[in-house]
C-alpha cells in the first residue's frame, strides 16, 4: 500500500498560469515533506519543503500548502515557465535522519 | 560547490555478474542513503548510515545486496549475482540536517 500518493501521472499548463500538484499520504507520524523536481537522466532536485508545524512555506515562485487533516498537501508554481516542464515527485519522513518515502510523480509540462 | 557524484552514470551487467556502485557524497554530510528507483515509479529506499555506521538496512531487497561506508564519506552499493529484477536507477543521497536529502545523478544498471 502506498503511503505517499501523487494521483495525477500528468499535468498540463500554458506559460505564465498556475501549477498546482498535489499529495495524499496516510501515515500520521509523517511530519516532514519535501517537493523534488526531477529531469530525464538526472537526480531528483530538492525545491521545497514544510514542516508539520507550518501550513505554508513559500519560496520565490513555489510555495508548498499542508493540510494536516486532510493528511495532503500541494505545490503551487506561479507563475509556471516551460523550464518547470519536469516530473515532481512528493516525498514525506517521520522526523530526521529517516528515509524518504516518495509518490510516483507527476509530470508536469508547460506550454509556451 | 561538488554536489553528490556516482559512478558509473552507466552500468549495463550479464545475468549472474557482480556490480558495485560508487557514491560520494557532499563534503561534511554525515547521513548518506540510497534508493533504487524502478521505471515509472518513484525511488524506493534501500539502506542508511550515519557516518560509517548502517542505521538501517530494512529496504534492501536480498541477501545479494550489501552496502558499506568504511570510513565514513564514500560509499558503495555491491550487488552479488546480478538478476534482470535488480535493473533500475540507483541513487545516493547525502544530508547534513537529516531533513533536505541532496541526490546524485544516480547509475542506471542494466542486466542483460
Known amino acids: 500500500d502506498q503511503q505517499v500518493k501523487q494521483n495525477s501521472p500528468s499535468l498540463s499548463v500554458q506559460e505564465g498560469r498556475i501549477s498546482i500538484l498535489n499529495c495524499d499520504y496516510t501515515?500520521?507520524?509523517?511530519?516532514?515533506f519535501l517537493w523534488y523536481k526531477k529531469y530525464p537522466a538526472e537526480g531528483p532536485t530538492f525545491l521545497i519543503s514544510i514542516s508539520s508545524i507550518k501550513d505554508k512555506n513559500e519560496d520565490g515562485r513555489f510555495t508548498v500548502f499542508l493540510n494536516k487533516s486532510a493528511k495532503h498537501l500541494s505545490l503551487h508554481i506561479v507563475p509556471s515557465q516551460p523550464g518547470d516542464s519536469a516530473v515532481y515527485f512528493c516525498?514525506?519522513?517521520?522526523?530526521?535522519?529517516?528515509?524518504?518515502?516518495f509518490g510516483k510523480g507527476t509530470r508536469l509540462s508547460v506550454i509556451a | 560547490g561538488a554536489g553528490v557524484s556516482q559512478s558509473p552514470r552507466y552500468k549495463v551487467a550479464k545475468r549472474g555478474q557482480d556490480v558495485a556502485l560508487r557514491c560520494d557524497p557532499i563534503s561534511g554530510h554525515v547521513s548518506l542513503f540510497w534508493y533504487q528507483q524502478a521505471l515509472g515509479q518513484g525511488p524506493e529506499f534501500l539502506t542508511y548510515?550515519?557516518?560509517?555506521?548502517?542505521?538501517?538496512k530494512s529496504g534492501l531487497p536480498s541477501d545479494r545486496f550489501f552496502a558499506e561506508r568504511p570510513e565514513g564519506s564514500v560509499s558503495t552499493l555491491k550487488i552479488q549475482r546480478t538478476q534482470q529484477e535488480d535493473s533500475a536507477v540507483y541513487l545516493c543521497?547525502?544530508?547534513?540536517?537529516?531533513?533536505?536529502?541532496?541526490f546524485g545523478p544516480g547509475t542506471r544498471l542494466t542486466v542483460t
Open positions: 543521497a547525502s544530508s547534513l540536517t537529516g531533513n533536505e536529502q541532496y
Open positions: 548510515f550515519q557516518n560509517e555506521a548502517q542505521l538501517d
Open positions: 516525498a514525506a519522513s517521520a522526523s530526521g535522519n529517516t528515509p524518504l518515502v
Open positions: 501515515n500520521s507520524m509523517f511530519d516532514y
